[in-house]
């Protein structure tokens, strides 16, 4: 079976072009399903959905679309695009999670199109569809697709990137070598030099895996890097100036620099962190991937655009296994190319007439399908005895789906049928994630811990007129769900310093703080309401108290001595 089309191929047939009408449209709606089902039910989940959130409701207030902020202070961490999008998206559809989270469903699906049209003339038409579908039902694709976070909107930068290098590669074209660079440009406002960064390192692979390299020698690089300073240098240059350098001193200082040679926020990783957790987050297709990545590199040498998905795949694995903070999604641009060369691997197989079990690491792929839902189905059912009473019934309908789509795409494996077994995970997927983001996050919505904590805090806050505090218990999701900012603090002095000015306060602390408040001699302690939910971030079950903090009548709040002052533990 051939593995690329050749340029010079027939003029399609109205027949042809209907195909690759309902083809597209019905990856279209599948995606744009997936992405935007349940999100108007479900709250911000992680610390970085928030954190951009407040940023964006801060700036529609200020009317500053230029410098973000988050709780009153200056947010550096990202460049400004993202909150452009979002603060365009909350314009049309409300300051809400699905308002929010609209950017990256729409991302999400952009990027699917792009991968299947650039799949369609890499490897043809029945694995570009098959690819695509496996990429937009892989569990990664969906998750980030449903959070208000950069990294939907970078992977489709970097995937038009690549479309447009592959195209170049074939053809010279003015107009899509300036794509390329409006792409690169757009990936560098989104997310600083790590989108540019994973480009180049691919490129680099492409190269040296065999794949094509007429493509540099047709960038354009004279109008095309103008076109790149076109684009960025003006946002750069004014906030670089508005905060005298600080943005740059952040940004590669404490989040370029650090990132390399630090664990963030505690985001570390063993040796080999990629592949483990990938093997995890892009299942059922991950299974497969190991037996893909043999065939297409053995091939390689026929064909360049196998070469350009393994540069694409395996290229950014280098610096991201190398930089000591990781997190799954840096690697999730990447995917598309592993999804591509799964669909391409299973249309080979088929061609062939044989069991997957005949190629090298097919039987791994078998083991890994069958241990893997396997493990997934027996946490399911756990999961019906564990969790709270709403999620249990979801839990038991992702289970008999998991199940029952396993056994059954086995069973196709097994009799030489990969393309029917692939097209059965892809309905089992589908639904799977469809029920996970519809029915079952939906479900523990009531039982997450910071939402609950900031509704109540704003609530005693305005009930009380007191001002609220945060001490340990500093999810950016409070700071959402109050709607108002609040100060953050570490040592029991600064509350002291609040109390001062003449107003009570009101903050979330743990059994132990208030042991610790009692001992410290100056506050007067008022147990309002006990609140416990599940923390998403330490993955836990946590009880905590509101409390209202006052000062103890007759005792100074004068600042204590450096060896008397208490940390907040």
Not at 292 to 301: E, F
């Amino acid at each position: 079976m051939s593995s690329t089309i050749s340029p010079e191929v027939a003029t399609p047939t109205p027949d042809d072009r209907r195909k690759v009408w309902r083809d597209g449209m019905l990856i279209a709606v599948v995606a744009l399903t997936l992405n935007l089902i349940g999100n108007t039910h479900t709250g911000l989940w992680d610390r970085d959905e928030p954190r951009y959130a407040v940023a964006v409701r801060e700036m529609r207030s200020q009317g500053d679309w230029m410098l973000p902020t988050f709780n009153g202070e200056p947010r550096y961490h990202k460049p400004i695009l993202i909150y452009w999008l979002m603060g365009a998206s909350t314009a049309v559809f409300g300051d809400n999670p699905f308002g929010l989270r609209f950017v990256s469903a729409c991302a999400g699906v952009a990027t699917a199109l792009v991968c299947w049209r650039l799949a369609r003339q890499l490897v043809g038409p029945l694995p570009a569809l098959l690819g695509t579908l496996a990429l937009v039902t892989s569990p990664l694709m969906v998750a980030e697709s449903k959070l208000a976070t950069t990294d939907a909107t970078l992977a489709l930068t970097i995937a038009t990137a690549q479309a447009c290098l592959w195209s170049l590669s074939q053809r010279d074209s003015m107009r899509v070598a300036l794509g390329f660079w409006a792409a690169v440009a757009i990936a560098f406002l989104t997310k600083g030099p790590v989108g540019p960064s994973l480009i180049a390192v691919a490129g680099l692979a492409s190269w040296l895996f065999g794949g094509p390299t007429a493509y540099w020698r047709r960038l354009r690089w004279r109008w095309g890097f103008g076109l790149f300073l076109m684009i960025t240098v003006p946002w750069f240059l004014y906030i670089g100036i508005r905060t005298q350098g600080d943005f740059f001193r952040f940004a590669v200082g404490s989040q370029l620099v650090n990132r390399m040679t630090t664990q963030l926020e505690e985001h570390g990783g063993f040796p080999g962190y990629y592949p483990v957790s990938t093997l995890a987050m892009f299942y059922p297709w991950s299974a497969i991937v190991p037996a893909s990545i043999v065939a297409a590199w053995s091939r390689r040498k026929q064909s360049p655009a196998l070469g350009f998905l393994l540069g694409w795949a395996l290229g950014p694995l280098v610096p991201l296994e190398l930089m000591k903070t990781k997190l799954i999604h840096y690697y999730f641009p990447a995917m598309p190319a592993l999804a591509i060369l799964v669909a391409w691997f299973i249309t080979v197989v088929a061609a062939d007439v044989v069991t997957i079990r005949r190629w090298t690491f097919g039987r791994l792929a078998m083991g890994l399908i069958g241990g893997m839902g396997i493990g997934i189905v027996v946490l399911l059912i756990a999961g019906v005895q564990l969790l709270p009473g709403p999620v249990r019934l979801p839990s038991v309908a992702l289970a008999v789906i998991v199940a029952a789509g396993t056994l059954y795409a086995l069973f196709l494996f097994q009799s030489a049928m990969p393309v029917r077994a692939m097209q059965t995970l892809i309905v089992c997927w589908a639904l799977a994630m469809a029920i996970f983001g519809g029915w079952f996050v939906p479900s523990g919505e009531p039982y997450r811990l910071s939402r609950i904590v900031g509704e109540k805090m704003a609530a005693y806050a305005r009930a009380e007129r007191t001002k609220p505090v945060l001490v340990t218990f500093q999810e950016p999701n409070i700071i959402y769900a109050m709607q108002r900012t609040a100060p953050t603090m570490r040592k029991w002095d600064q509350m002291a310093d609040l109390l001062t000015r003449g107003q009570n306060l009101v903050t979330v602390i743990n059994p132990s703080q208030v042991k610790s408040l009692d001992e410290d001699g100056r506050f007067q302690v008022d147990i309002l309401e006990p609140v416990e939910g599940f923390n998403i971030n330490k993955g836990i079950h946590e009880r905590l108290r509101i409390a209202r903090i006052s000062p103890k009548s007759g005792v100074s709040l004068a600042r204590r001595s450096a060896a008397e002052q208490t940390l907040v533990k």
